[in-house]
């Protein structure tokens, strides 16, 4: 079991940037992969970028690639999602998730929602 806290969300201004932390307390990472997923008013949970287990492979979304950038710090427990150049259209809530799939891939592709969430954190870019 692993209890997963989001970090770093807030109110920005349209171009602005914004770092979301997550950190595995309880426990660690280990060898699962992680994802960052966001979900705008009434709009379904999609994912938006995902790392594997040891950082080498990763998964952006069509409308965060370049812009958004996951990486992650094993041995301090965390995995960071950098988002630049933001624009109203990425408010929303932000929740991270890790996977006993240990790909990047994996965990973005799969059919079934990961098992570990966290409670969310809010990304509101507004003027």
């Known amino acids: 079991q692993v209890n997963l806290v989001e970090s770093g969300g807030g109110t920005v201004q349209p171009g602005g940037s914004l770092r979301l932390s997550c950190a595995a307390s309880g426990g660690t990472f280990g060898s699962r992969s992680v994802g960052w997923f966001r979900q705008a008013p009434g709009k379904e949970r999609i994912v938006v970028a995902a790392?594997?287990?040891?950082?080498?492979?990763?998964y952006y979304s069509d409308s965060v690639e370049g812009r958004f950038t996951i990486a992650r710090d094993n041995d301090k427990n965390i995995v960071t999602l950098q988002m630049n150049s933001l624009s109203p259209e990425d408010t929303a809530v932000y929740y991270c998730a890790a996977d006993e799939i240990s790909t990047a891939y994996g965990l973005a592709l799969k059919a079934s929602e990961p098992d570990y969430w966290g409670q969310g954190t809010q990304v509101t870019v507004s003027s």
């Open positions: 790392i594997s287990w040891s950082g080498g492979s990763t």
